[in-house]
């Protein structure tokens, strides 16, 4: 599947589709966007979990603090969990993103994941990395991370949220999904 970045955009361009870094086994994903806000209401987005709930569609349930405990439950039936790595508002939240060992993914995944905002003219430059990722699951990554953030850019402008194009194909063959 090839993928359209928007006109006049390339990988890791801010607006662009992803970076897909690779080191042997491992890999790592690098978008960047320029959100139309303050950094304090970006913030509030990538942190508070109803908002995340929302354009992430995910829930998630953490303490703050680095160290404190995250989980996160996708509607797939994916559960990572993992600590709050960093925490200093409103400019970097990193945070542990592990999945056991199943069907898929026999060793489990253990990565990190980093969201860094700062000023930007017009707005709040977000770059969100995920690091230490497999390859295979890196590359499914970089081409739907980019999707969530669309999304979150629409909930933040008011507008409506994109569906991811997976949730429309798994509706049209097993019937209605369940949102967040």
């Given at each position: 599947m090839t993928e359209t970045p928007p006109q006049g955009t390339h990988p890791g361009e801010v607006g662009g589709p992803g970076i897909l870094e690779v080191d042997q086994e491992k890999a790592s994903i690098v978008l960047r966007r320029v959100l139309r806000h303050p950094i304090e209401d970006v913030w509030?987005?990538?942190t508070d979990p109803k908002k995340v709930e929302v354009w992430f569609m995910v829930k998630v349930t953490r303490e703050e603090?680095?160290?404190g405990r995250l989980t996160m439950?996708?509607?797939n039936?994916?559960?990572a969990t993992g600590r709050v790595l960093k925490w200093r508002p409103p400019r970097t939240y990193e945070y542990e993103w592990n999945l056991p060992p199943g069907p898929n993914q026999p060793k489990?995944?253990?990565s990190t994941v980093r969201w860094e905002l700062s000023p930007a003219?017009?707005?709040?430059?977000?770059?969100m990395t995920h690091r230490k990722l497999t390859r295979p699951t890196a590359e499914i990554f970089v081409r739907g991370v980019s999707v969530f953030l669309d999304r979150l850019s629409a909930q933040m402008d008011g507008t409506p949220l994109p569906e991811p194009p997976w949730l429309a194909q798994v509706r049209s063959s097993d019937g209605p999904v369940r949102k967040p």
């Open positions: 509030s987005a990538v603090l680095p160290g439950e996708h509607p039936g994916v559960h489990g995944e253990t003219e017009g707005g709040t430059l977000l770059v």
